[in-house]
């Protein structure tokens, strides 16, 4: 069964950056696509950008420009860097495979505030 442990979170202010990591469990890492979601209270949780096994990247509209996700199959981690944050972005980030019924990790909080 895989895991996700993410991290990286935390306070930055508008305009600010943060590099998001993603660590799974399971050998089977470099076969699926990989995406990052992010939820804030009350609302559904929602795709922010996703990595196919070849390296296509897709993207939420308001995060094109912005964030850049990457994986690293050796090391079973996909990463989210964000940069020009907004106080929109705020949110608890998660990573896991698009369409799973995996368990989702407990996330990593993202905070944008001056």
């Known amino acids: 069964q895989v895991q996700f442990v993410e991290s990286g979170g935390g306070l930055v202010q508008p305009g600010g950056s943060l590099r998001l990591s993603c660590a799974a469990s399971?050998?089977?890492?470099?076969?699926?696509?990989m995406a990052w979601y992010r939820q804030t209270p009350g609302n559904q949780r929602e795709l922010v950008a996703d990595?196919?096994?070849?390296?296509?990247?897709l993207y939420k509209d308001s995060a094109k420009g912005r964030f850049t996700i990457s994986r690293d199959n050796a090391a079973k981690m996909a990463f989210l860097q964000m940069n020009n944050l907004k106080p929109e972005d705020t949110a608890v980030y998660y990573c896991?495979?698009?369409?799973?019924?995996?368990?989702w990790g407990q996330g990593t909080q993202v905070t944008v505030s001056s």
């Open positions: 896991n495979i698009p369409n799973s019924t995996l368990s």
């Open positions: 399971g050998s089977m890492f470099s076969r699926y696509t």
């Open positions: 990595i196919s096994t070849t390296g296509r990247t």
